[in-house]
């Protein structure tokens, strides 16, 4: 199964994250499919930056976004065009 996740990036105790499509089976930070967005947590307020016609695409081939992932997602106007 493919599920759109975080994979860690960054210096030590300076995280940021690459969103990314990977199979499930594969450890948090080894092989992915695509990278599908960037989301760094530390700054105020927090950078998202995602392609939203990737994140579509995987979602409507279905990809299972983490909870988390679900909610940048949601921040970033993915899910908008299905609730209109």
């Known amino acids: 199964m493919v599920k759109l996740r975080l994979r860690r990036m960054g210096a030590k105790k300076r995280p940021s994250y690459r969103i ?3 199979d499930s089976r ?4 080894g092989a992915f499919i695509e ?3 960037f ?3 530390i700054t105020d307020p927090a950078t998202i930056n995602v392609n ?3 994140a ?3 979602i409507s081939n279905g990809a299972q976004p983490t909870e988390t992932v679900r ?3 949601t921040r970033a106007g993915v899910f908008a065009e299905a609730a209109e």
């Open 20 to 22: 990314v499509a990977a």
């Open 56 to 58: 579509r695409y995987w």
């Open 71 to 73: 909610s940048i997602l």
């Open 26 to 29: 594969s450890p948090r930070d």
């Open 35 to 37: 990278n599908v967005g």
């Open 52 to 54: 939203l016609d990737r």
């Open 39 to 41: 989301y760094d947590p």
